[in-house]
């Protein structure tokens, strides 16, 4: 198979673990034969500078036209003086809008040899930690009526349709199935009448996934599970506010930013791939940074868009086999070699080449 996939390396680091990102999939395609073509787009800082735009036409008409989009990350302090218009994170917001990414995924997942570094405590996490949590990313507080009345209120509206909640929750179950079949369904509908329809749906649409086991959670509970008892979660899907909220708590069990992955899916399969941390602006430019958020990207990427899942277990077997014996400095601890971001991309690629 080929596949067209849009780069959108962006400022800072960016580029960096793109291209260690790229030489991982290159070693991918001599394994399997799966053949990408890679076409480079301008986005965020790197974009403003060239076109004036953080987001050019081109790149939006590019990404259109591809099976699926790589993302490094975008922004830096040179650019936060300008309008909000035009400033990098105007052109990820517009990407993400031009392109419907009304679901967000984000992995959280321990590797077994970087148990230490969660902030977990070891027996929490002994059965290893595994979550997808699937935020509702269009619709919800963001994106309902907001205002003021006089001078002393102000006012927000979470508002869902049966459309909007079906359509995500579909996504959230068809992962579920090809994961450990279990999805957790976060709410507060003991309060709020949009959480009681959200509910409502999830449980109709749950006739089509009999193979998936439904529960469901009110937020406030999951916040303190997440915690106590993190192994219990498989999928987890909730709305856009809950979702920004629990993603974030969860990510930090897994103990360091450099490794968690993330993706935006639109209708059908396709998506934009991206690490969840940002340009780092303080290590850019000096080969130090942790690539393998943006290599997991990657490896999601053919999971859920290409549809190559045993190129994805490749790659996040390589992944943790590497780890057993190499480190960036994000990630480094006593008794492992520390290596920078290229040599970590050729780790990497020399494993899945063997
Ligand atoms: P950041 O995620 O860029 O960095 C936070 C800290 O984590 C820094 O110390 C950085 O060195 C470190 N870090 C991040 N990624 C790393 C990696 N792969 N390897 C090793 N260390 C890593 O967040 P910030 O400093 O708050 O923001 C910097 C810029 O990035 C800002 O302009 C911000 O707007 C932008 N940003 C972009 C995105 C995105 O593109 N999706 C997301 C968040 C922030």
């Known amino acids: 198979m080929e596949y067209t996939i849009a ?3 962006g400022d800072g680091i960016g580029p960096e673990i793109v291209n260690e990102t790229i030489k991982v ?11 990408f073509e890679f076409q480079d787009y301008l986005l965020g800082g ?33 650019w936060d003086t300008l309008p909000a218009s035009l400033r990098p994170e105007a052109g990820l917001l517009g990407i993400r809008k031009a392109l ?5 995924l984000r992995h959280v997942k321990i590797f077994e040899p970087l148990r230490n570094s969660s902030p977990l405590k070891n027996e929490l ?13 269009t619709g919800g507080i963001y994106f309902g009526k907001k205002g003021r009345e006089g001078e002393d209120t102000a006012f927000d509206t979470e508002r869902y349709s049966r459309f909007e909640v079906e359509r995500i929750a579909r996504t959230a179950f068809g992962l579920a199935q090809k994961r450990a079949k279990r999805l957790c369904s976060v709410d507060k509908a003991n309060v709020l009448e949009s959480s009681r329809l959200w509910r409502e749906v999830v449980i109709e649409t749950a006739t089509d996934y009999p193979d998936v086991a439904l529960s469901h959670m009110y937020v406030d509970n999951c916040a303190m599970q997440l915690i106590r008892n993190p192994g219990q979660f498989d999928v987890v899907v909730t709305s856009n506010m809950f979702g920004d909220i629990l993603s974030d708590e969860a ?29 780092a602006p303080d290590i850019a430019g000096q080969n130090k940074a942790n690539p393998l958020a943006t290599v997991l990207s990657a ?19 390589a ?15 006593e008794g492992f070699t520390l290596v920078s971001c290229s040599e970590m991309g050729d780790r990497v690629a020399a494993l899945l080449r063997a």
């Open 100 to 104: 419907g990414l009304y679901a967000n």
């Open 46 to 78: 790197a974009a403003y500078d060239q076109t004036g735009s953080p987001l050019p036409e081109e790149t939006v008409a590019g990404c259109k036209n591809a099976d699926a989009v790589l993302l490094g990350a975008v922004g830096g302090e040179r």
């Open 125 to 137: 996490i002994a059965h290893g930690l595994d979550i997808m949590i699937v935020r509702e990313l």
């Open 7 to 9: 780069v959108l390396k």
């Open 299 to 317: 490896s999601m990427m053919l999971r859920y868009s290409l549809g190559e899942a045993v190129a994805a277990d490749l790659i996040d077997n």
């Open 319 to 333: 992944v943790e086999a590497v780890l057993k014996a190499f480190r960036t400095a994000d990630i480094y601890e």
């Open 251 to 279: 990510s930090m069990l897994s103990g360091s930013i450099g490794m968690l992955a993330s993706a935006s899916l639109a209708n059908g399969a396709f998506g934009l791939y991206e690490p969840i941390h940002g340009s």
């Open 25 to 35: 999939l290159d070693a991918v395609s001599e394994k399997t034969g799966i053949q």
